[in-house]
């Protein structure tokens, strides 16, 4: 089986990144899409088990809040992985670093 493994860093740009994951989807037609979240203030990692799309409260990058609080307008509640990241999350080992699992992304 052949895998390509490609590295995407995105700004924290609400705007931008619709654009961007857009076109990735419709360019690239992923089988499994990966997304790590950077805090310099977290103690962990935290697989997630799904994505919300409303909470967004906080403004990006260039100062823009989504309207209403909501990522895509039209798009679903909650997008649920089809992988067990309580699984993953038992079995990944990172050196000094804890790996937990969350049911609640946010």
């Known amino acids: ?16 990144v619709k654009q961007r994951v857009t076109r990735i989807w419709e360019d690239l037609q992923p089988q499994l899409v990966v997304h790590v979240g950077m805090d310099p ?3 962990a990692i935290f697989l ?14 260039r100062g823009f809040h989504p309207e209403c609080g909501v990522c895509l307008p039209d798009g679903p509640e909650v997008i649920a992985s089809g992988v067990s990241m309580r699984a993953v999350s038992r079995r990944a080992v990172v050196e000094g670093v804890e790996v937990a699992f969350s049911r609640d992304a946010g």
């Open 48 to 61: 997630e088990q799904c994505g919300k799309n409303w909470g967004y409260g906080d403004a990006d990058i």
């Open 41 to 43: 203030a977290a103690k």
């Open 1 to 16: 089986m052949e895998v390509e493994l490609q590295i995407l860093q995105l700004p924290v740009d609400y705007r931008e």
